[in-house]
């Protein structure tokens, strides 16, 4: 018999009990061995939910409970839940967890203490759901050296520039559909400002890297400044734009980022509409590879939890090791990184404003939306993001165009 405790019993918590008395049969075949939830710790009463009947408010039951074999932390945040987390794997019992904000910022330790207590720290759902990404990195492709990692990470922004896209409506008209259909919260901004995405491809970085990324050092810009004019200029190329999180690693110039980015079609990851979630690896035999799904929601992610708590069970007594060190991973400036960029700029005279972007570009290709609102778009040559800074800024000061209303990177 195994006994777990789940902490916090809130949608993730109550997914996890119910995936387990739903498909126990099934599961436990897989774990070899019966489960029962022996604790469910959370604040608040719920007399009308069987759970009451195992329901503590205090976790020093748990802790103090030498027959709890797995601790699953889905409470969220970083208090209590790392003390909660470390303190239980100290005690010898293994933790499952799908929190990412815990995973990204102290991911090594907890990793580190789970080794030395021959127990297992395992966090499936942390990145991406109920898409399987951190058991694959870890067992499955190790043969690989990955060169590239680009996802989608967050359904929120997904689904409102998906909207955004299909409807042409603005920004603050899709965030307030978002938030009444429960996809953002009412202060969305770890989503829309990028911090979601942010922790989750520093945790991916951290594992293909073996190194750990903090999370501050990663330029993240959100989707807070994309407008439905953008969308009919992307929509015009052909293309899709996704709040795209990307690290590359195919040379010693390691970088990562979060932001905005402009997709073109021949790219898988294009057609990853509405909520869901996609992440595409480059693997240096295997090639592109790419894990699509359900990034979030309650079962998705319960499910995830479900299966680490089978490895947990499955491996009690054999800490089954993780290449994450504590050395840390410098990431490059982001500024020597080559890129290419879709601008948006307002003008005076077409005439003058084209000629003097050909003459501080050299190659751009012009979009105009056929409407006279005295602007137009160009894309630019790739080249060093910093050089292109400069050249936004001695474009405006020029005077060849009225303004820089945006611009936005292109993904190839």
Request: without cysteine; charged residues 25%; neutral net charge.
């Given at each position: 018999m195994a006994n777990i405790a789940v902490l916090g019993y809130?949608?993730?918590?109550?997914?996890?009990v119910e995936v387990i008395n739903t498909n126990r049969k099934n599961i436990e075949s897989k774990a070899n061995d019966n489960i029962n939830i022996k604790y469910v710790l959370d604040l608040r009463e719920f007399p009308d939910d069987p759970v009451q009947k195992i329901l503590t408010h205090d976790f020093e039951d748990i802790i103090n409970d030498d027959t709890i074999d797995v601790v699953v932390e889905v409470m969220g945040g970083t208090k209590p839940a790392f003390d909660f987390v470390k303190?239980?794997?100290?005690?010898?019992k293994s933790v499952c967890t799908s929190n990412k904000e815990l995973v990204a910022a102290h991911g090594d330790e907890l990793m580190a203490i789970a080794q030395e207590n021959n127990v297992n720290f395992l966090f499936e759902a942390s990145v991406g759901g109920g898409i399987p990404i951190i058991r694959p990195i870890n067992?499955?492709?190790t043969s690989d050296k990955i060169?590239?990692?680009?996802?989608?990470?967050n359904g929120?922004?997904?689904?409102?520039?998906?909207?955004?896209?299909?409807?042409?409506?603005?920004?603050?008209d899709v965030l307030k559909d978002a938030q009444q259909k429960g996809y953002a919260e009412r202060n969305p901004a770890a989503d829309v400002e990028g911090f979601d995405a942010c922790r989750k491809i520093a945790i991916l970085t951290s594992l293909a890297t073996g190194k750990r990324v903090?999370?501050?050092?990663?330029?993240?810009?959100?989707?807070?400044?994309i407008g439905k004019k953008d969308i009919e200029y992307v929509n015009k190329m052909g293309a899709s734009i996704k709040l795209l999180a990307s690290a590359d690693l195919s040379t010693e110039n390691i970088w990562a980022r979060v932001a905005p980015t402009i997709i073109m079609q021949e790219n898988p990851l294009s057609s990853v509409n509405d909520v869901f979630n996609a992440i595409l690896l480059e693997g240096n035999m295997l090639g592109e590879v790419m894990f699509y799904g359900k990034g979030?929601?309650?079962?998705a992610t319960a499910a995830a939890v479900v299966s680490d708590i089978v490895e947990a069970i499955k491996h009690k007594g054999i800490n089954l090791g993780v290449n994450w060190s504590k050395e840390?991973?410098?990431?490059?400036d982001i500024n020597e990184v080559e890129v290419r960029e879709l601008v948006r700029v307002s003008y005076e005279d077409e005439n003058k404003a084209k000629e003097g972007i050909i003459s501080l570009f050299g190659e751009a290709a012009f979009i105009d939306l056929d409407e006279n609102d005295d602007e137009f778009a160009f894309l630019t040559r790739k080249m060093r993001e910093g050089s292109l800074k400069e050249k936004l800024g001695s474009l405006e000061r020029s005077g060849s165009v009225k303004k820089v209303l945006n611009n936005i990177r292109v993904e190839g």
């Open positions: 809130g949608t993730v918590g109550s997914g996890v303190r239980s794997l100290e005690a010898g067992r499955s492709i060169l590239k990692i680009m996802g989608i990470l929120t922004t997904n689904y409102m520039l998906t909207k955004m896209s299909r409807e042409g409506l603005d920004y603050g903090d999370f501050n050092d990663i330029p993240t810009e959100g989707i807070t400044n979030a929601g309650k079962l840390k991973q410098e990431l490059s």
